[in-house]
């Protein structure tokens, strides 16, 4: 059995560790590779080997470090296929879907690739006479990324980009569901020119979470995965004197007002609902129809639920299967809950027929209306292809809705009404909002992150945000002495 090892100060390493975790292959429901789980003191060694490599990445020139990420950018775009399959391989997205997550992480690559201009201070001259002051960004050390399993490429590279092009070195720990990705894309920026020991992935769960929480030497952690964990991780980043930026999980709405054209609706349900089996965290997985429309517009979207086709995503699918067999039977144990709890469940996606072998982690799309709030169908993030809606009487009982979820990730509205969607957009208490937009995932030089308890701390990821988490700020005041500045005065100094 293949091992996915460690890949620290640009080696494959071993650790100490004998424990490993099973890595699927999920379409075909067997397990494909086994990997490593970091001890403590496996931790302790990436950890040096970041450390040591710190002080000569962060004095190489901006315009040096800049070139290695332009290369990195080329090799990453030239070489997308191979990292496709390795994704669709480990999570079952299918491959149009994973190119898709690759070219949106490139996009913030690019925008690491402007760290010159990025990283340029505030000067304010004769602050006080002869006085002068500036600022500088400086970058902070050791940062430690740990990654959820549904964007083994996309998350990762929200994050370890723009801390390297801020003169950090990098402990990347990947989800252990699916780490090849990491590895691989570490191993592609030593071939761009990245020196050893900058960016450094290992592999592990609990184990190797808690270490880097609790290492001296670990300046920051980005971290994202579901809620309860984030919350742990802000916590105790920062009881430990970190710098924590914890995206958390989600329950996104997507409010149809009656004057909206329910084909393009239903399109963007579709999509929004069962892209990536529903395993996004900026997934549609509420609809919030104002009356009276909601009939016509279940109709519709079930019509092109029974075109979709699901399978291998190496076959040409539209949708793949879930992460392992136990989140399968998780997400479709929902839909009992939601017939327990009163529901309709319009398309019941058990038993789907698929494109694939028949062990496969298989959940076919699912479509339940009218969901009772209270029901845990409704509260819960449930992070698979089930789409629930809610029928409302009006667009103020919609927002009303919206804004009572303890989740704040994303949202959307979709109407032809300007006035409508500006006052949404005001109303929403909500971190990314779409105007006839499904998915409002911000571009990359805009900063990526929920409200609520989608994120724990003040810091997005990337874009603005990310360059002030992964740097901090100096402040210098200057004069150059003549003899007219001597004397002796105890006094506060004053500006004149
Ligand atoms: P997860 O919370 O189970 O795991 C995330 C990371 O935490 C992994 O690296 C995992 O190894 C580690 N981890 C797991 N259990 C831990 C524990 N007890 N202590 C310390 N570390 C632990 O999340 P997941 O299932 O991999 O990913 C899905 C979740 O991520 C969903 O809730 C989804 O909404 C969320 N997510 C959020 C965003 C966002 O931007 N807000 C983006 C992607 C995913």
Redesign the pocket.
């Given at each position: 059995m293949e091992i996915v090892n460690h890949w620290l100060n640009g080696v494959s390493f071993d650790g100490e560790s004998t424990r490993t975790a099973p890595v699927y292959d999920p379409a075909r429901g067997v397990v494909a590779r086994e990997v490593r789980l970091a001890t403590t003191s496996d931790v302790d060694a990436a950890v040096r080997a970041a450390r040591a490599a710190f002080p000569e990445w962060a004095e190489t020139s901006l315009s040096k470090r800049q070139s290695v990420l332009f290369t990195f950018r080329e090799l990453l775009n030239a070489r997308k296929d191979e990292l496709a399959a390795i994704l669709t391989s480990e999570h079952g997205k299918v491959l149009s879907d994973a190119l898709g997550e690759i070219a949106r992480g490139l996009e913030v690559v690019e925008f690491a690739t402007g760290i010159p201009h990025l990283m340029k201070g505030e000067y304010s001259e004769n602050v006080s006479t002869g006085v002068d002051v500036y600022s500088t960004r400086e970058p902070l050390g050791v940062v430690g990324i740990?990654?959820?399993?549904?964007?083994p490429a996309m998350?990762p590279l929200w994050f370890f980009p723009l801390a390297i092009a801020a003169g950090n070195t990098v402990v990347l720990?990947?989800?252990?569901?699916d780490p090849s990705a990491s590895v691989w894309m570490a191993k592609l920026f030593q071939e761009a020119g990245l020196p050893d020991g900058v960016l450094n992935v290992l592999h592990?769960?609990?184990v190797?979470?808690?270490g880097l929480l609790h290492h001296p030497d670990v300046a920051s952690i980005s971290?994202?995965?579901?809620?309860?964990?984030?919350k742990?991780?802000y916590e105790t980043g920062a009881a430990n004197g970190k710098r924590v930026q914890a995206?958390?999980?989600?329950k996104n709405h997507m409010l149809v007002l009656p004057d909206a054209d329910l084909d393009l609706v239903a399109d963007s349900a579709v999509n929004a609902g069962f892209g990536s089996a529903g395993?996004?965290?900026?997934a549609i997985s509420v609809l919030v129809v104002v009356e009276p429309v909601a009939d016509e517009l279940v109709e519709k979207i079930a019509k092109r639920m029974s075109g979709l086709t699901v399978g291998d995503g190496r076959r040409g699918c539209d949708m793949g299967p879930l992460?392992t067999r136990e989140?399968r039977d998780r997400v479709s144990g929902y839909i009992d809950i939601a017939i327990e709890d009163g529901a309709t469940v319009v398309v019941d996606g058990r038993g789907v027929e698929v494109n694939g072998e028949s062990d496969g982690f298989w959940l076919g799309p699912t479509l339940i209306d009218s969901v009772p709030t209270e029901s845990r169908v409704y509260t819960d993030?449930i992070?698979g292809p089930v789409l629930s809606i809610v029928r409302v009487p009006s667009y103020d009982a919609g927002v009303a809705l919206i804004n009572r979820s303890r989740y704040g990730?994303g949202t959307a509205i979709f109407t032809n009404d300007g006035g409508a969607a500006r006052r949404f957009q005001r109303e929403v208490q909500i971190g990314m909002v779409g105007i006839n937009v499904p998915i409002p995932v911000p571009v990359a030089y805009y900063s990526?992150?929920?409200w609520k308890d989608?994120?724990f701390g003040d810091s997005k990821?990337y874009g603005p945000d990310g360059v002030h988490f992964f740097t901090r700020q100096k402040a210098v005041t200057r004069r150059w002495l003549d003899p007219s500045h001597g004397g002796i005065n105890l006094g506060f100094p004053e500006n004149r």
């Open positions: 740990i990654s959820p399993f549904n964007f998350v720990k990947p989800s252990e569901k592990g769960d609990k190797a979470v808690d971290f994202v995965g579901s809620t309860p964990i984030a742990y991780i995206l958390g999980g989600a395993e996004r965290c900026m992460i989140h993030e992070f990730n990526f992150g929920g989608s994120l990821a």
